[in-house]
């Protein structure tokens, strides 16, 4: 009856949304007078999860599984629940997960809520609170299915360290053969996902073409953000359509957004409204991304970003 969460890894590394799941899975466990176990697939030291939260982790290693397929990983999780009678799944809002869900769900016959940004309010009858509206509103949701799917929203819960450790053992779920088959994915490698980014810097068209990007880059290293777009500039060829975020591109979740250059067009809001804070920095003092900013600088970007840039380098040699 423990509380199942499947913990995403990369490389054999977790992701920083397995941590976040973990630590709402234990929340969840606590109401409920459970335990917690975590199903990992192909990661390599799975001890770390015990620091938030999970009792038992379920290790699953094949190398078949290297690369992500969602119905292959969504009926994995679902042979991981149904041996251990859970009735509570937890997954996170990544787009893997975002894919799986759905599946998972219609193969539990559980109802499944997404964008959850709390505990449960209430753990009978099972309600939670979620983002509507692109992030505008909040909702709660009453679960009353037997088994529930709870989908965390990035940089929502945050990360809650426990004292304890996982014992772990290995399962050998079946893994059926499917129609889809990859070859290979490529990667940036050495930089900050958009996904796992606290911090995202993202540049507009008033950059005015990507040979001025160096300052986008430079900024987001002595930030430790992760770089992006707007769609105008990934359309442009400027940069590449990963880095687009936006209602349709990505959305940002992060806890600090920066965004130059960028006029703020109701698309590009509903991607990055669940950002905490959001800063912009923009010439026009008419921008609509003003509106919806917590901090605005009226400015030159060429003028005011490498001041930024000096003025951050300043503090972190005088804290370092």
Known sequence: MSVLVYTES?????????FEVASYAKAVADQMGTTVTAITINASDVSELGSYGVDKVLKVNDSKLDMFNAKTYANIIKQAAEKEGTKVVVVSSSADSKYLAPLLAVGLDAGYASNVVEAPTSASPFTVKRTAFTNKAFIFSTIDTDVKIVGVSKNA???????????????APSIPENGVHVESVDKATNTVTIADAEIVVSGGRGLKGPENWGMIEELAEVLGAATACSKPVSDL????????????????????????????????????????????INSDPEAPFFKAADYGVVGDAFEVVP??????????????
């Open 10 to 18: 990369e490389q054999g590394k977790f992701k920083k949304v397995a």
């Open 157 to 171: 819960f945050g990360l809650k360290e426990h004292s304890g450790s996982a014992t772990a053992e290995d399962f």
């Open 237 to 280: 060829g400027w940069r590449p359509h990963g880095e687009h975020v936006g209602q349709t591109g990505k959305p940002v979740a992060s806890n600090l957004y920066i965004a130059i250059g960028i006029s703020g067009a109701i698309q590009h809001l509903a991607g990055i409204n669940a950002s905490k804070v959001k800063v912009v």
């Open 307 to 320: 001041k930024l840039i000096e003025k951050l380098k300043e503090f972190k040699a005088q804290n370092a």
